[in-house]
């Protein structure tokens, strides 16, 4: 009975391990094309205005066929003068390259986000880049 019990904790400590250890791999950010979005919401005070909205853009990216690395933020509170923590929302996403970013903006479930989504900001703000290195300047 002993040795069960030994066993069973030692097999239980190895899956605990593996989990922590997949749970903190970080996701690989596709460095070709970046897609940053800034929302500011009409009633940013609304509870239910931001669940609403939050649980639209998580069904949008979990059904997303070409965005790759996946962010949703908010202000983080930075007292700093260079630091605009005015909107309700950011997004970060990253693709392959342009030509996949234009594919997603016509994908129907960007199409169905902002479809359910839209009414509840007054405000959008993207900023898409490339990398740039000090080869090409």
């Keep these: 009975m002993r040795t069960i019990f030994k066993i069973s904790i030692f097999l239980l400590l190895c899956f605990s391990a593996n989990s922590l250890q997949a749970q903190e ?7 070709h094309f970046t897609h940053v979005v800034y929302f500011w919401l009409k009633n940013p005070d609304s509870v239910q ?4 909205f939050l649980v639209s853009l998580e069904k949008f990216l979990e059904n997303s066929e070409y965005a790759k690395t996946k962010f ?4 983080a509170g930075t007292p700093r003068e260079v630091v605009d923590g005015s909107f309700t929302f ?3 996403l990253t693709f392959p390259s342009a ?4 594919l997603y903006q016509k994908e129907p479930a960007h199409l169905k986000f902002i479809e359910e989504s839209e009414h ?3 405000k ?3 900023y898409d880049s490339l990398p740039a290195t000090s080869e090409e300047e």
């Design 25 to 31: 791999q970080p996701a690989e950010f596709d460095q």
């Design 49 to 52: 205005d931001r669940k609403d």
């Design 72 to 75: 949703i933020g908010k202000p």
């Design 90 to 92: 950011s997004l970060i």
């Design 99 to 102: 030509e996949i970013q234009d």
């Design 120 to 122: 509840l900001w007054e």
């Design 124 to 126: 959008v703000v993207v």
